[in-house]
């Protein structure tokens, strides 16, 4: 199989998705195409990638191969680089996302969500969750402004992001509170005195645009300079916020109403060293067994994750 190794292109983002050390296996039976320059970001040379085995492309070629690899989902103008029928093996959350779902489907793209890829007991096998968490919450820390020891730290939520959080609020000597949906229907309870508050929780794809746990009314009840922590940046409209849109590496935050909002559409990209190092430990293996069986035939860990638009 051809693959293509894109290079991630958001502002301020330095991740790859498979480093050199973990494609010597799959360059031993299969063609592998890397965008030039795609590791610079974290301080891997074109060079690293040729001595693996693999060859160093534009990125029209990258995209002109059958299967795309990379983290974040594809832009619309690198879908018009792909070829009808080829696949793009992703990050890409598609139950929230119809506006993709039709790119998809215009260019004859097939999709594997990396995120939909698990294990035999419904873990995810590519994921940096509780590390989302716990980077997210240093970085709310930070635009709090203020010793994390006087923060009162409030997280909806306890799954794997929400943990990657507390650990870090624990570590830092925050007070900490965790709410669960016995509490979303009394927000106006929990936010006085809330320095930061965080959402963790996958907000149902029926909810989303339609019912909000914070609604714009509840920012007065808010300090001036507190903070909303959003750490599943869902698309524009779709968060339990009201007020909450997903920002990004290099524009984290913006205010409404004196109050502090972010949701960076990737939170491990404030730590690409060591987040593209997980990544790609736990991608190369899946890719191979996609590579070895082609799309026609994949095991069924993995045709749960595929999806045809057209």
């Known amino acids: 199989m051809n693959i293509g190794i894109a290079k991630e292109n958001r502002p301020s983002e330095k991740r790859v998705i498979l480093r050199p050390q973990e494609l010597k296996d799959i360059v031993m039976a299969h063609n592998v195409f890397v965008e030039e320059g795609a590791g610079e970001g974290i301080g891997i040379k074109n060079s690293s990638y040729r001595k693996a085995g693999a060859k160093i492309v534009s990125r029209k070629e990258v995209y002109g191969k059958e299967l795309v690899v990379r983290i974040k989902k594809p832009k619309e103008e690198e879908l018009a680089l792909m070829k009808p029928g080829a696949a793009i093996f992703s990050m890409l959350h598609l139950p929230g996302n119809p506006v993709l779902r039709q790119l998809l489907k215009k260019y004859k793209i097939i999709a594997i969500s990396m995120e939909e890829i698990k294990d035999c007991f419904g873990k995810r ?9 716990y980077i997210g ?19 909806m939520g306890y799954g794997n992001v929400a943990c990657g959080a507390i650990q870090c609020a624990a570590r830092k000597l925050a007070r900490v509170g965790v ?14 005195g809330t320095d930061i508050l965080i ?3 996958n907000w149902p794809v029926e909810k989303r645009g339609k019912e909000f746990i914070i609604t714009r009314d509840m920012l007065k009840l808010f300090k001036k300079g507190a903070v909303i922590l959003d ?3 869902n698309p524009v409209g779709q968060s339990p ?5 997903p920002t990004s590496l290099d524009n984290i935050f913006y205010k409404v109403e004196g109050v502090i909002h972010t949701s960076c559409w990737g939170w491990p990209g404030f730590d690409p060293v060591n987040i593209s190092q997980r990544y790609s430990i736990q ?13 026609n035939n994949l095991p069924q860990y993995i045709k749960v994750a595929l999806h045809k638009e057209f």
Do not use: Y
């Open 125 to 133: 096998k590519i994921e940096a969750l509780h590390q989302a968490g």
């Open 283 to 295: 991608v190369a293996p899946v890719l191979r067994e996609i590579a070895d069986s082609r799309i």
């Open 179 to 192: 709410l669960n949906k016995r509490d979303f229907k009394n927000m106006r309870e929990h936010i006085p």
């Open 231 to 233: 750490l599943i940046s």
């Open 137 to 155: 919450m240093e970085q709310g820390f930070k635009l709090w402004g203020r010793p994390p020891s006087e923060c009162l730290v409030k997280i």
């Open 199 to 201: 959402n963790a929780i």
């Open 241 to 245: 916020i009201e007020t909450m849109h």
